[in-house]
């Protein structure tokens, strides 16, 4: 009763908060972080967030994807991941993004295009991993009883798939803000358009040239 109550008071006070402003001091440090600290490519959709959702953006997907953060899912199973799901939400940053982040992992490539292409890959065990995460996606983090005996059969208990749920609910937070900036016209970075779905089709000719 005592925490519900602590929520209300904040929830209240934040409704009688007015928004700050930031200033253009505020935005540069937040791009010094990004670009120093962290060594992560300052995005262009990273100049339409505020300062401060930049650095929730970014702390946010730092934890998740740093070695040891899970008990069951390495780092690459968590890049796995992030790409299947950013191929069934079809954002093009982020999958253009997990898809060249995964090929460095040491995946083989036509295992990287087939699940950037939303399909299996060969590997049976990134396959399994990406079938749990199609599972978790595909009912909001639900999983349904045939689900999760076909699931057992592939290695996946609760605990595993508690932890699969949570690294596919980060990625589509992340795939609906992306969708929406690029929906609001910021461009994808050229370095991206080489591993994305688009690559062979729209940007074919522009990195046709960039090669030559």
Not at 41 to 57: D, E, G, Q, S
């Amino acid at each position: 009763m005592l925490f519900l109550r602590s929520v209300l008071a904040a929830a209240a006070l934040f409704a009688s908060t007015p928004a700050h402003a930031y200033t253009q001091a505020d935005s540069d440090a937040a791009a010094k972080w990004i670009t120093e600290d962290l060594k992560f490519p300052m995005l262009n959709a990273f100049t339409r967030m505020t300062p401060k959702l930049v650095r929730v953006v970014m702390e946010n997907y730092m934890n998740v994807v740093k070695p040891d953060t899970f008990e069951y899912l390495s780092a690459s199973d968590v890049e796995t991941i992030f790409t299947a799901v950013s191929a069934a939400n079809n954002c093009e940053l982020c999958l253009s993004f997990h898809a060249m982040a995964l090929g460095g992992t040491g995946m083989d490539a036509a295992d990287v295009d087939a699940i950037s292409a939303g399909g299996l890959p060969a590997d049976e065990s990134a396959k399994k991993l990406v079938v749990a995460a199609k599972y978790a996606l595909a009912h909001k983090g639900i999983i349904l009883p045939r689900e999760k005996l076909h699931l057992a059969e592939l290695g996946f208990d609760e605990e595993m798939m508690v932890e699969v749920v949570y690294v596919v609910g980060q990625m589509t937070a992340m795939n609906q803000l992306y969708v929406h900036l690029i929906s609001e016209g910021i461009d994808v970075e050229d370095f991206l358009k080489a591993h994305g779905p688009f690559a062979k089709t729209v940007y074919k000719e522009a990195l046709a040239k960039a090669e030559l």
